[in-house]
């Protein structure tokens, strides 16, 4: 057995032994799903990012680096203010807010911050976090598909088929304890591998002039700012480039990371750390594309750059680590993703409409039922996705639940004027503006009349400011809940 | 305790899996490009030559239809792409596909049906594929409907077009000065053509030539793409009707561009007219063209075969010329009207602009219902090509031969949109041969760079000018030999000097070898250029201008440097480079011979002449039945020379009798060279030739896979001698028995030079190679230009020259128009790269955004931690 499977699979059972020691410390419902409010510092940072940032960072950022060059920078910057945005807008008075009103989950918050006795909102929320998560997951499904058929050879639904397990087993065990500690292993593992990774290629290279000349060599278009295009199209492509941005405030396993941070007074801990941690992440999965780009030139699939990079520049035994590491990441966001899919039925549906007094037992074993189900839907989801880019799969998913709760999340906690209506209004069209635009209308159009990819604008953004605006309208002509207490 | 159990039977699991499934290797993709250049299948074969590919089929419809896609496989996918990609829309390659078949399939005769079926199974055979999906009748059936489509559906302006900010305002505006306009305004198409015959003519036989357009910038980029891979030289010898030679693009079964000639010596050509009506009920013009070139024997035939059951698409004027009678004529045909003008006497050039009233009037104007036609009805007016044309033909009236072809096809603003050119004559018909140019012809090149384009499509390379060869289709017996050798790599051969000819701002090919004496190299160019050089500085000595073409070379003899043009022969002072002498005596392409105070040279009006070398006195001349092109070589007092009458004559130069003449069954091009009482040449017949010198009688003959252009070389008992099968031959002097041979990517007309233990020589895929003179292995090889790599056998500068060696250096010239000397013995590999300056927008942009994100979190941190406090 080779080293590089060798360090794989020792990683891999550091990961198990961490989600065995944490399984301990579940015992409550609220314990499983958000770790009982009781993390630290660290784990809410790291964990908050590397949930967030996931297969998408390290095989779909460099892989679009590979592609655009240089004018990949444009959707890091959008991550990064975006994550920005998050902690330093939601996350504290989502946080507090959720505190107040002893909400576990996302449609918890917004059914008490509405006080809908209806549950209409519950029901609207669960199903679209339903049906995002699961497209979410099955993205990193073949994300963990594509990276182990690429390293071992496998064919890529054995190597699927794999993923699933490791990714199902670990998160059953675990729950959000060993997610949120396995996350923060991970979280600083990626780190150092995006610093080093990169590193070792510029040296190989002889430096970042060689790096540029060579990316030139190939395409000078990837050694432009706005990849080739001038004036109105420069603009098209930095704005569709930049969409990402607009996600941030709607992602629910990203939010439920706040929510789980042991006092307020940590959060600035928590942004200084998880600012910093994704500054360099972003950075260093572009270098990786780009560095990609100059050295291979051209390879049948771009988003497998970084896996085939570390093999080609770093010693087996640490290419295997950190091609465990690129499994972990993605691993760490399906996780997260499996459990806030999961809270929404079990949480959400089950424990507050349809057996309130439930035992904790039996909701964290059906917790555990659920995971398994939501896996397998996943799973059926990723069997065709081998030619699927990574990079489109999670913009459909992340555009989805960003125009559907963005929003939402953003108004509820900064506008004391939203009311119920407004809110379910812009849940619904956000979702539908998304649905018709990326998967019927304007992006087949597009595609159509040949546009390239890359001037296509994603769904999330015109339905973010649809969705926006529908909540304003609708509130405006509806009474707003009581919320004194709430904004106090 | 059940649930740990669980936990570890599912690690064990896992582990299991991962070392069970651990010995699965990657699988290596290795998909690096090949370049197939040369092929065979059955009774076809394919070789490259000058940017052209030359493909040979024959037999029934379905099997020489195969033999095509097989062959040409790969240059057909591509074709298939290009056509793809010029359509915006993602789909329009499904589209065309089901137009075609609906709209088209049913009018082909069951013969077509079945060659185009035999070329899709051939790509298919060879896994060709279209977007990952085996091509099939259907794509091989559009491409060669797409003109016509594109007629039907008037879109000649396609991609990026449509994306242009403007493209709205743009169309409207000439649309409305389009319909508008009494002025005469230049057709989008830019094919030009010319028939001379009687008195028109030197020999008062026919001359033919035709060029291709294409184009470049916003509108019309996509015509130079698809133009590029029409550098098919498609030769048919079908079982029923006549033997064709058609110059197209992969794929297809007719000319499309459009150039035919067939074995009852007819020449049938093209120029397009405007976009006009068409009927569905109808043969497509596909189906008229071919069945015109395959069954005619007669002008009149030929006419019938276009006007029966015409469908109106793709209307074009329609040269033809029969060389048995000598006539020619022009069809110019619309729907419903036609122009039919016959002539025995006299020139037809065409250029877009037909001059028939009715069939103007059914085009060009709103009243005869086509579509864009102007308001006004009008007369025709006279374009600037056809001013330059009637201006060119009336000069030389009486003189037009091929050279003379050749130049008015090389004048602007004529060649002003070509993208090759192709000419024959009654003569060159005789063999089947042609003369054929890939690129403009007047030798600049187009750099695809200079028309960018919003996104790179792949396939979108530089066309450059890659200079005239002259090739025969003659059936005859042949040999393949082939093998593959991968030499794509980007390393070079570092050059001690190179030197840029240059006329009228434009590279200046070289198609003349060198000639060295005193530290001195002397070379010409194509367009007239002569000059010295030294050796060893590689700075000129001197420099003169003949003002004909030549691809003659130099000779020198006792301070007199002898050269031959298309003007004439030339004598000039090698120290100064005045002209001593000179004879305007017609085109002479072979390099003179000095021998006892006389010059010897063979001419394009098919004579051996015998100058006096003090003053060009013409002492006598020997009559062969063709052009010469072969050089003279004189040996005791015989002097032999090859004619393309498909002789070797030997000539006494004393008695100024014939002493033998040797019959091979093509033109002998190569020139002769005489060593230990033997004779040895090529001729296009395939064949190597050892005769012997005295009786010339036959001592031995090697047959290799196409003709035998280049001279042989004689070293230590080898011949060495390159052939237009691509491959470079070494031959026991003997008995004619091959010791090795090595395969470059395309013909070689260059004659190799033995020096130092190597092999040099110049190959028309735009490399040189020195090989090892023993064995053939190849010691390193340099392209100073374009060159050959993967299906792009158009991208090429050749390297007709031949070298020569001298002092550890080898000097050659190139068709891209300088001459280069390397260090003959070492060579050290300097990878070449190509310089790309890194923008200083790259760099700011890579830092001030990490400074700017990282300063606005850092903004926020403060000033929310201040707030916190």
Redesign the interface.
Known sequence: ??AL?LA??VY??IL?LIG?WSSKLNKTLDDFLIGGRKLGTWPVAISAQASDMSGWLVLALPGRAFLYG?SA?WT??SC??GT?FN??VVARRLRRFTEKLRALTIPDFLEDRYKDDTHTIRAIATVIIAVFMVAYVSAQMVASGKILS?????SYH?ALL?GF??IT?YTL?GGFFAVAWTDVFQGMLIVIILIGLPIAGIIKMGGF?SV???M??V???T???GF??GG??FLLFAFASMAWFFGYPGQPHVLTRYMSIKSE?KL?NS??IG?IWV?ISL?GAVLIGMIGLAMFKDI?DPEKIMPMLATSLLPEWVAGIVIAAIVAAIMSTADSQLLVATSAFVEDIYHKLVSPKAKQKRLVFYSRISVFMLSVVALVFAIPGENSAIYFLVAFAWGGLAASFGPLIILSLWWKRTTKWGAISGMISGMITVILWDLFGITSYM????V?DELVVPGMLPAFFVSFFCIIFVSLFTTPPETKKLFS | MRI?NL?CV??L???L???L??Y????V?EDEQITISSGQYDKAYRYNTHGWIYLHIEGEPYDRGYQHGYLLANEIVDIIQRWQNI?????SWKFHRIYADKFFWRNYPEEYKQEIQGIADGVKDRDGKIDGRLVDYKDILAINEMYEMMSRFRTYSV?PFRFS?NWMIQSITSLVSNMISTAEEEHKGKCSAFLATGDATVDGRIVATQSTFGGKGSKSWWHNYISERFNVLLDIQPTQGHRMLIATSPGYIWSDEDWYQNDAGMVLMETTLMLGKSRFIGDPVVVRARKAIQYSDSIDEMVDYFLTNNNGLFANDWLMADTKTGEIASLELALRNYGLTRTKNGYIWSCNNPKNDKVRWELYSIFGFGVIGRLVLRDFRPSNRDIKFEELLEKHYGEINVDIAKQIMSTKPICGGSTDCKITDSSLIDNFGLWAFMGKPNGEDFISNDYPF???KPGYTDLPACGWVNIYALSNKNTYYDEITSYNGEDGVKALWELETKSYELRDPIYSSPALEDDSLYINSWNGGVYSIDAYSGTKNWENNIGFNSSSSPIIECDILYLGSNGGIYAFDKDTGDIIWMKEIGGISSKPISHNGFVYCGSHDGNVYAFDSENGDLKWKFGTNEEIYSSPMVSGNVLYIGSNDGYLYAIDVKTRDLEWKYETGGPVCSSPIVFNNMVYFGSWDNNVYALNAKTGELEWEFTTGWGVDSSPALYKGTVFVGSEDNNMYALNANDGKLKWFFSTNAGIKSSPTVYGGFVFFGSSDGRFYALNMEDGDLEWSVSPDYHIQGVYNYVTKPIDSSPVAYDGKVFFGSTDGKVYCFDAQTFEKEPV??E????T??WV??II??I???L??AL??VV??RK?L
């Open positions: 057995m080779s499977i794989f699979i891999l059972i198990v065995i240089v920078i890091a910057i990064a203010l920005l902690w330093s690429e390293t071992f050879g496998w054995i794999i397990t490791i087993f065990m002039g540029f000349s060579a030139g060599r395409d000078v278009n050694i432009s700012p080739g295009y109105l199209f007074k600035w942004t200084l600012m500054i950075w049948p595609e159509s009349l040949s390239h | 740990n936990k599912l690690v699991f896992i582990l899996l991962l070392s499934t651990s699965n290797s990657v699988a993709d359509f915006p829309q993602k789909n991609y900010s919003d996104k790179e790269e190509k790309i300056r890194v923008p927008d790259t942009f890579m955004s990490l700017i994100v990282t606005i979190t926020y941190l929310s931690r916190s």
